[in-house]
């Protein structure tokens, strides 16, 4: 069955540390992967988005993510956090090509200490 | 830009009530969606529809159905709300016939957050 995981249910980074959130998926063939961004109160944003190509994949807000077949994962990660990228991040996968119907990840917590 | 609006922010019902949550777009999308999401769980989809008056379950339909008269508006009904559907409630909206590599996304309301007493 298809499926996403983020192993990380809560992260605390300090503000200007690097950030690595882990995603891994499960499906039959090439996945449509994505990353969204909650912030308190807010629907979701979305980051980033891998289709195909180029396994590195550059988002918004100096955000980017690999593609590694291999390990069935879709890591997010941006090299300085700021205080304002404390937030809630989902991993997504696209469960049935084109439909838009996604199939989400528990999501991952961000907190950023001073 | 897409905006995706959701009537009510927050919203409380008692047990046994018939609510509705109502999801406009402005966007002219084909695509709606209605997402729930539990802490811990992540998002999960309950119902979507690709046009105007079809409808089709997603991965938790049970205790929910939907209404999609006019293209702009995708409501959710509790047809008797209970408690374990005290949940963020999440609509989202998608343009199909964009080019599916450069734009596929959905676009999300900001939430309604129920609260089943």
């Known amino acids: 069955a298809q499926s996403v995981t983020q192993p990380d249910i809560h992260i605390t980074v300090s503000e200007g540390a690097s950030l690595e959130l882990r995603c891994n998926y499960s499906?039959?063939?090439?996945?449509?992967l994505f990353w969204y961004v909650q912030s308190p109160g807010q629907g979701l944003q979305l980051l980033l988005k891998?289709?195909?190509?180029?396994?590195l994949v550059q988002g918004i807000k100096g955000f980017e993510a690999e593609f590694k077949r291999s390990q069935s994962s879709f890591n997010l990660r941006k090299p300085s956090v700021h205080w304002s990228d404390a937030a809630e991040y989902f991993c997504?996968?696209?469960?049935?090509?084109?439909?838009?119907?996604?199939?989400f990840g528990q999501g991952t917590t961000l907190q950023v200490k001073p | 830009d897409v905006k995706v609006t959701q009537s009510s922010r927050y919203l409380v019902k008692r047990t046994g009530e018939k609510v509705f949550l109502e999801c406009v777009q402005d966007?002219?999308?084909?695509?709606m969606f209605w997402y729930r999401q539990d802490p811990g769980l992540g998002l999960r989809l309950i119902y979507f529809?690709?046009?105007?008056?079809?409808?089709e379950k997603g991965d938790i339909p049970e205790g929910y159905s939907v209404s999609r008269e006019k293209k702009e508006r995708f409501s959710l009904i509790l047809e008797s709300a209970s408690t374990n559907q005290t949940s963020m409630y999440l609509c989202?909206?998608?343009?199909?016939?964009?080019?599916?590599?450069?734009?596929?996304?959905?676009?999300f309301g900001s939430g309604t957050q129920l609260s089943v007493l």
């Open positions: 989202a909206s998608r343009d199909p016939k964009r080019d599916s590599a450069t734009n596929e996304k959905l676009f």
């Open positions: 499906y039959g063939a090439t996945p449509y």
């Open positions: 891998y289709f195909s190509g180029d396994t």
């Open positions: 997504a996968v696209e469960g049935v090509r084109n439909t838009g119907k996604l199939i």
């Open positions: 966007m002219d999308h084909e695509n």
């Open positions: 529809s690709y046009d105007v008056k079809m409808k």
